[in-house]
């Protein structure tokens, strides 16, 4: 996409021990990006900072007729050990649990189980901290968040407040070195090589000037951030093993290797596919000079986090998308029922003109694919009631 992504990007594949990323070839692909971006992105005081201290970083180190300047050292992502070997860990014993679950070892209440942790957690993510704490798409009342932090703990992803903080950090600066899980450093950085690799230190300066004051405002974000070791020890491995052991006589291995690790691992590779595929493949209807898409298959998985072209461009909409149905947008349904309850409020949404006029100023033209709106103002023939006045006027007869 941009003109010099190739000089930004070196294959990461996680199996070194470093990454090499030449920090001074980036920059200008950072200046470009901003220069594509629509004109409402680009007043933005970030950005500006962004702009001004890539232009000085490419003035001191990318200009090639400024030999007398000593190139700063590349940056070498490092493998942190540690979070290497859990990732490890945890993929190994997904596939332990796989093969206790084919081999028809569990309980059939097992896998009832574990699909409904998987959802029911899913939705800690999605509508917990992705739409309410990162985006704050719609505001929610104290029962709904502690529900929702219950949830979200049970997935085992990180506190609420360093999700949303890289979350947000991700949208600011997205498929910049600033970017945590940056699309342009491939697939597999994206997916889950950033998780154990040393972030860029444009990432470490990013997250030091994005605003979190609203998080550190809300007492159960902060008390979960607080307790989270010994709220993982007992909601992300504690409930999940022991109620399958407890309530139905379930082994405790198979409920360990089933209901901790292949079920914690499947909600967190459901997170990583909206990084890296909705990041890659798909659809670009409301702005192509971005990476994100709309991925259908990724939407139905991580329940309606898959429209992400839509999402980077409007990410305070609380339905991350355009489309009406719940079918592909489970989250939304969920954050409807409880606005009927009243524990959801404030719900924002992007009005269709608004969504139209940025789709046909930016998009790629693949907007009446996924969208209800865009067969408005189509006509089925002449007749059709809603061909416009001066088409009607101006319609060619040739009588004979
Ligand atoms: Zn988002
Ligand atoms: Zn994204």
Known sequence: MAPNVSDSVVAD??????????????????????????????????????SQSANISSSSSSNHCDQGTAHPAPFRARIRWPDFFAQLFVHVGFLVGLYYLVTFRARFYTYLWTIGLVWATGIGITAGAHRLWSHKSYKARWPLRLLL?????????????????????????????????????????????????????EVVAKRKIIDMSDLEADPIVMLQRRFYVPLFALLVIGLPVLVPWYCWNEQLAVAFWVCFTLRFTTTLNIAFFVNSV????????????????????????????????????????????????????????????????????????????????????CGDGTRFLTDEYAHQDAVWGYGDRDIPKEDEDAIVRTQC
């Not at 004109?39 to 950005?47: A, Y």
């Not at 606005?339 to 409020?345: D, I, K, P, T």
């Open 149 to 201: 932090m219950f949830l979200f703990t049970m997935c085992g992803q990180r506190d609420a407040y360093t999700w949303a903080h890289d979350h947000r950090v991700h949208h600011k600066y997205s498929e910049t070195d600033a970017d945590p899980h940056n699309a342009k450093r491939g697939f597999f950085f994206a997916h889950v090589g950033w998780v154990f690799l040393t972030p860029h230190p």
């Open 278 to 361: 909705a990041h890659m493949f798909g659809n670009k209807p409301y702005d192509k000079s971005i990476s994100p898409v709309e991925n259908m298959a990724v939407a139905i998985a991580a329940m309606g986090e898959g429209w992400h072209n839509y999402h980077h461009v409007f990410p305070w909409d609380y339905k991350t998308s355009e489309l009406g149905s719940y079918v592909f947008n489970v989250t939304t349904g969920f954050i409807d029922c409880f606005a009927r309850l009243g524990w959801a409020y404030d719900r924002k949404s992007v009005p269709p003109e608004v969504v139209a006029r940025r789709a046909a100023k």
């Open 13 to 50: 594949t996680g199996s070194n021990t470093e990454a090499v990323l030449p920090t001074a070839n980036t920059v200008p692909s950072a200046v470009w990006q901003r220069k594509g971006r629509p004109q409402d992105t680009v007043n933005d005081p970030n950005n500006n900072e962004t």
